[in-house]
C-alpha cells in the first residue's frame, strides 16, 4: 500500500518572511564545537527534510528539535536516553539547532532562488547526496548537463568543519562551491545572512 505524499514548494520569499516571524537563535556555539565530531543517525538533514515533509510547511528549530527527540535517534552509536544531559543540550540545542537547522533553511532557500531562474529542468535535494556526497543540491540543465552544488557559509569555524566533514565523503569532482560570504554580509531578515542569485553566477553562466 503506498504511503500518502505531498510535495510541496516555498517560494524564496516566503522562507525570508518565516525566519523573519521566527528569527534563528544561533544558540550554543562552544557546546556545538564540542559536539561537531558525533555522528547523528539517522542524519540530521534527514531529519530535517521528513518532518518537513510531515508538515507540509516550515517549521522553528523547536519544533525540528522536538521531533528529533521523539525520533530512534542515536549518536556515535549510543541511544539519547544513555547519553548525559550535558551532551544532550551540546548535540540538540548546539548541533541540531545552531548547525543543522540554518543549513536546511539554506539548501531550501538556495533551491527556491535556483528554481525561480526558470533555467533548469530539475533541481533536486538529495539527503543520501547530502550525506556521503557532500553535495546540497543537483540540478540539470535545458540542455542535459548536470551539476552538483555545494554550500557553504564562509567563516573560520566552517573551514575548518569542512575539511573534517570531508572525511566522512567524497564529493563528485564537478562539485561547484557557493559560498556565503559571511564577512560581506550583514545579517538580514530572521537574524540571519541569506543566499543571493548573484552568490550563483559562476554556475548561472555555465
Same mark, same amino acid.
Given at each position: 500500500m503506498s ?5 510541496v ?7 525570508v ?6 528569527r ?5 556555539r562552544?557546546?556545538?564545537?564540542y %559536539?561537531?565530531?558525533?555522528? !547523528?543517525e ?7 527534510? +521528513?518532518?518537513?515533509t510531515? *508538515?507540509?510547511?516550515l517549521f522553528?528549530?523547536?519544533?525540528? &528539535?522536538e521531533f528529533a527527540?521523539? %525520533? ?6 549510543m ?10 543540550? &551540546?548535540?540538540f540545542r ?10 536546511g533553511?539554506?539548501?531550501?532557500h538556495?533551491w ?6 526558470g533555467?533548469?529542468?530539475?533541481c533536486?535535494i538529495?539527503? %543520501?547526496?547530502d550525506a556521503v556526497?557532500k553535495? +546540497?543540491?543537483?540540478?540539470q540543465? *535545458? ?7 555545494a554550500l557553504?557559509v564562509g567563516?573560520?569555524?566552517? +573551514?575548518?568543519w569542512?575539511?573534517?566533514?570531508a ?8 562539485? !561547484?562551491e557557493? !559560498?556565503?560570504? &559571511? ?8 537574524? *540571519?545572512?541569506?543566499?543571493?542569485i548573484?552568490?550563483f %553566477? ?5
Amino acid at each position: 500500500m503506498s504511503k500518502e505524499t505531498r510535495l510541496v514548494y516555498f517560494s524564496s520569499d516566503y522562507i525570508v518572511r518565516f525566519c523573519k516571524e521566527h528569527r534563528i537563535d544561533w544558540g550554543l556555539r562552544q557546546e556545538a564545537r564540542y %559536539a561537531e565530531n558525533w555522528l !547523528i543517525e539517522p542524519s540530521a538533514m534527514g531529519m530535517f527534510f +521528513d518532518l518537513l515533509t510531515e *508538515k507540509g510547511d516550515l517549521f522553528t528549530q523547536y519544533e525540528y &528539535c522536538e521531533f528529533a527527540m521523539h %525520533a530512534p535517534v542515536t549518536a556515535n552509536g549510543m541511544e539519547w536516553q544513555r547519553l548525559t544531559v550535558e551532551l544532550q543540550d &551540546c548535540l540538540f540545542r548546539g548541533r541540531l539547532m545552531r548547525n543543522f537547522y540554518p543549513s536546511g533553511i539554506d539548501t531550501l532557500h538556495a533551491w527556491a532562488l535556483l528554481v525561480e531562474t526558470g533555467q533548469f529542468e530539475q533541481c533536486i535535494i538529495d539527503t %543520501a547526496e547530502d550525506a556521503v556526497g557532500k553535495t +546540497d543540491l543537483t540540478l540539470q540543465s *535545458k540542455s542535459g548537463e548536470m551539476y552538483h552544488v555545494a554550500l557553504r557559509v564562509g567563516s573560520e569555524y566552517t +573551514d575548518s568543519w569542512q575539511s573534517r566533514k570531508a572525511q566522512r565523503g567524497e564529493r563528485p569532482a564537478d562539485t !561547484i562551491e557557493i !559560498i556565503l560570504p &559571511c564577512d560581506e554580509r550583514p545579517k538580514g531578515p530572521g537574524n *540571519k545572512r541569506w543566499y543571493e542569485i548573484e552568490d550563483f %553566477a559562476a554556475l548561472l553562466k555555465r
